[in-house]
């Protein structure tokens, strides 16, 4: 990524809420310190639009997601989805602009989505589901006041931060591959090619067309290669519809089609829709388990995206400090609230911000113009429902393959890393399900260490988590012992 020239960079007390500029300057430049950061108004706005433009694609692929059963057997309107979608990124964004005064833009988090659609809605209701994004923003809120939340960043080693990261972009993968058509349960194997051993039908060909195109785009380091790519896909898609090439009860949401105006009123149906309690036989250990889990897919990325993309902004100095560090972190957990109210699930930080600062944004400015054009997608929910579930699930894919490139930070030599990294990796698709391939790593990681004789290098929180994760693997045998069901 090219780095924009700017200007000597400020202290964070001269870019702070206390800073003076010449009087002579505009109250937009005062409020967003636009010319202490060495920008323009000009060069914000476009970097507002070039960040929207790369992550547009969230208010398509979400409802994707999001779009399974739940426990009583509900699904979600697609329209509604979209608003909130739409809605909580709008929010979010917007309070960082305004607040943060960062050039960072936040969306629904497609690891905490992931975690929502493969395993909270199987056990609990959408208005629980919601509810549990709440209680997990809630939790990320108060580590972030009593400065836990670096402690605890701090306490897990590194090469399982990647493994996390790299397990929760298989299981996003494996979703994409599913919803895409591409992967189905199979009689003789867990899984395999299509519905019985082969692609099947014009839509999984698109899927598998749209992955590719949006690969080669990303391979020529094409900007906002994701939404090219749906883009194109969905236009393709409704030129075979119309011309009668596709059976319309071939696509997995419906025929892509216009009914009526490109414009309509949002849905916002899903708005306050939260269920707190409740919760039948799930338990409270359960309960528990899953808002850990909730807070591990939302933690781990936020913090690096925040201080990665302020470094490219030059805001950030060498010990990672930059202005409006702690409120960017406070409403990076107050978004996973803020997308639980909203019933678009948890909003995390994009590190497709980054692709604004490349285009010249260093100030919250740019993150007002981003969320100005995600509430304008409130009005077009008509245009964004036409894409076809086959062909946003290939960015999935693709996003996977993304957080998979953390792989060459792990010391693959280094058997006490690679083991509880490997585990933490493919256990998560493998058992779908996030918290058991954190759990096997975490256990994994204190085992060999203490096999090793290194047990001291072992931190407290770490022997907590394994004490935890011993007992959320040993849960059902206990419970079976002490006649607890």
């Known amino acids: 990524m090219t780095q924009q020239s700017v200007e000597p ?16 300057r505009s109250w937009l430049d005062r409020y967003f310190h636009i010319s202490h950061r060495g920008s323009t108004v000009a060069r914000e706005v476009r970097g507002g639009i070039t960040t929207f433009m790369a992550m547009a694609y969230i208010v398509l692929l979400n409802p994707v997601l999001l779009g399974g059963k739940d426990v009583a057997g509900d699904t979600l309107s697609q329209k509604a989805l979209i608003t909130a979608t739409a809605l909580a990124a709008a929010v979010t964004t917007l309070l960082m602009g305004f607040i943060g005064k960062v050039p960072l833009a936040l969306a629904a988090g497609l690891s905490v989505s992931g975690v929502i659609a493969g395993q909270v809605v199987p056990q609990m209701t959408w208005g629980q589901a919601f509810a549990m994004c709440v209680m997990y923003g809630v939790v990320i809120m108060l580590l972030v006041v009593t400065g836990l939340r670096e402690m605890i960043m701090n306490a897990i080693p590194l090469a399982l931060k990647h493994g996390i990261t790299m397990g929760i972009g298989l299981f996003i993968a494996i979703i994409g591959l ?42 020529r380091n094409t900007p906002g290669a994701i939404l090219i790519g749906i883009v194109t896909g969905t236009v393709v898609a409704l030129v075979l519809n119309a011309a009668g090439v596709i059976d319309p009860k071939q696509w997995a949401n419906g025929a892509p089609e216009l009914h009526g105006s490109a414009v309509s009123m949002p849905d916002f149906s899903l708005f306050g829709t939260l269920e707190f309690g409740g919760w039948g036989e799930v338990g409270a250990m359960t309960v528990g388990m899953i808002v850990f889990t909730l807070v591990l897919a939302g933690f781990f990325d936020a913090m690096a995206t925040i201080i990665g993309v302020g470094t490219e902004a030059n805001l950030a100095d060498e010990k990672g400090r930059m202005p409006g560090l702690s409120k960017a972190l406070f409403i990076d957990g107050a978004g996973g609230a803020i997308g639980g109210v909203a019933g678009g699930s948890g909003q995390t930080v994009f590190v497709e911000s980054a692709t604004g600062v490349g285009e010249g944004a260093r ?39 993304m957080m998979m490139m953390n792989a060459r930070h792990v010391d693959w030599a280094d058997r006490a890393t690679a083991i509880p990294v490997f585990l933490t990796v493919v256990l998560m698709p493998f058992t779908y399900s996030i918290t058991a391939g954190v759990a096997a790593g975490v256990i994994s990681y204190v085992a060999i260490k203490v096999a090793q004789g290194k047990a001291r290098e072992i931190g407290a929180f770490m022997w907590a988590l394994t004490v935890i994760f011993v007992v959320y693997f040993a849960l059902n045998p206990i419970e079976n012992w002490l006649g607890v069901h």
């Open 363 to 401: 100030t919250g400015l740019a993150s007002v113009v981003t969320g100005v054009f995600f509430a304008a997608c409130l009005f077009f929910t008509p245009i964004t429902a036409i894409v076809p579930q086959e062909v946003a699930s290939a960015a999935l894919v693709v996003i996977g393959a």
């Open 178 to 219: 599913v919803k895409g058509g591409f992967v189905h349960a199979g009689e003789a194997t867990p899984l395999t090619l299509g519905p019985a051993g082969e692609l099947a039908g014009w839509p999984v060909l698109l899927f598998a067309g749209t992955l590719l195109l949006i690969f080669m785009l990303q391979a």
């Open 9 to 24: 960079k400020t202290t964070a007390e001269e870019a702070g809420a206390g800073s003076r500029v010449p009087s002579g």
